[in-house]
């Protein structure tokens, strides 16, 4: 939701507060202005690519639609420039044909599809949105992996939604920690990591599985084998309250 806030996508009958400030507010920009932002110097990287992709286009043309519509270059410019990017993302055209469709790809493919179409016109952002959640740990890492190259290489700057804090810890500066719509923690990465303040904070890490422990340990402690929970649920926007959105769960 926050990345779709961000883009100015959510449904009408959603609302968001605060401010988005890229420039300008991105919340008060009329329709038409956030159309020439949205994939010209915003990008998003979704996370499931089969449905990120339209299933009756090529993904040659896929990736030069947003050179057609943002940089005014024609049909053949842009699928030249299209077929160079996808190059980059690791679709080479003597091995991945421009023509092909969506479904004849792999999902690692597909979501390298994605990373080339977020990419084309090089934005000043670039929002991942758990880019790896439908792919294997092997195109996990790859991925990762090429979208942290191409933003180093392009100097753009990457927005990374996940909930694995190993993620975070290898590919982040800065990070913020949200729950229910609120920021409750943020600073450097390698900071947060090392002092946990939030007890929403502490609950994430502490319900992360400890591999250093034996299976013969966990036989002998089979208390220990339960990973710690975080007691509730999560707040209906319409349950909210004025206040930290956590303090009926907190175990302060």
């Known amino acids: 939701m926050t990345a779709f ?11 968001a507060s605060g401010e988005v400030m890229f420039g300008n507010n991105l919340l008060n920009l009329p329709e038409r202005e956030l159309c020439k932002i949205r ?3 915003i990008s998003m990287v979704f996370q499931e690519p089969m449905s990120a992709l339209n299933p009756v286009q090529p993904i040659g043309f896929q990736v030069a639609e947003s050179l057609i519509l943002h940089k005014n270059l024609s049909r053949h410019q842009a699928q030249r420039q299209a077929s160079k990017v996808l190059d980059r993302v690791g679709l080479p055209a003597k091995k991945i044909s421009r023509s ?8 690692g493919q597909r979501q390298r599809v994605v990373i080339a179409i977020a990419m084309v016109c090089e934005p000043e952002l670039i929002i991942a949105d758990e880019p790896t959640t439908a792919l294997d740990i092997t195109i996990q890492e790859q991925i990762l992996a090429l979208i942290s190259e ?10 990374l939604i996940t909930h694995d804090l190993g993620v975070v810890a290898e590919n982040t500066d800065q990070m913020l920690v949200m729950y229910a719509g609120q920021i409750v923690e943020k600073g450097p990465t390698n900071k947060v990591f090392e002092h946990l303040v939030h007890p929403y904070t502490r609950g994430l890490f502490a319900s992360i599985p400890d591999t250093e422990k034996s299976a013969n340990d966990l036989s002998r402690h089979p208390e220990n084998s339960r ?6 649920r999560v707040p209906e926007f319409w349950e909210r309250t004025k206040g930290c959105s956590f303090a009926d769960r907190c175990s302060r």
Not at 8 to 14: C, I
Not at 150 to 159: S, Y
Not at 227 to 232: A, E, F, M, N
């Open 5 to 15: 806030a961000i883009m100015g996508l959510l449904p009408d009958n959603m609302t």
């Open 39 to 41: 994939g010209n110097r």
């Open 100 to 107: 092909l469709y969506p479904h004849q790809l792999s999902g």
């Open 150 to 159: 191409l933003v180093i290489e392009e100097n753009m700057t990457l927005m």
């Open 227 to 232: 990973l710690p929970t975080i007691p509730g």
